[in-house]
């Protein structure tokens, strides 16, 4: 797993770029793999967010499809989406409403980690 942001934005830019079709089980594999070692890695909901943030669709030359899906994982991040699509952190409210009340509030952002 990369352990700088550079690479692990770097990585990530690479397996969105692979992304041809939403349909495609072993890509969604390994996004789930690699969002999941960033989780473990980052141990922040803001710092995955600015990770996903620094990547600009123009010029790291991703499709449209590409893009979208960029959009809609920053909505899991952001909760701006079904509860059942939102990324969880270890280190953050497990209760719906707790986490939704987090979210919404914008703390997440502002702090880097949430202590529970």
């Not at 770097?10 to 989780?39: H, N, P």
């Not at 960029?70 to 699509?85: Q, R, V």
């Not at 952190?89 to 986490?99: G, V």
Request: glycine content about 2%; hydrophobic content about 35%; overall charge negative.
């Amino acid at each position: 797993m990369p352990d700088s942001s550079h690479e692990s934005n770097q990585r990530m830019i690479q397996v969105l770029r692979q992304l041809s079709s939403l349909a495609d089980e072993a890509w969604m594999r390994d996004w789930d793999l690699l969002i999941s070692a960033l989780i473990r890695q980052l141990k922040s909901r803001a710092k995955l967010y600015r990770l996903v943030m620094s990547i600009d669709p123009n010029r790291d030359q991703l499709s449209d499809l590409q893009s979208d899906f960029l959009l809609d994982f920053e909505s899991s991040i952001t909760g701006h989406c079904d509860y059942s699509c939102i990324l969880k952190f270890p280190n953050e409210p497990t209760e719906q409403s707790a986490l939704l009340d987090y979210l919404h509030s914008n703390k997440w952002k502002e702090s880097g980690e949430h202590e529970r």
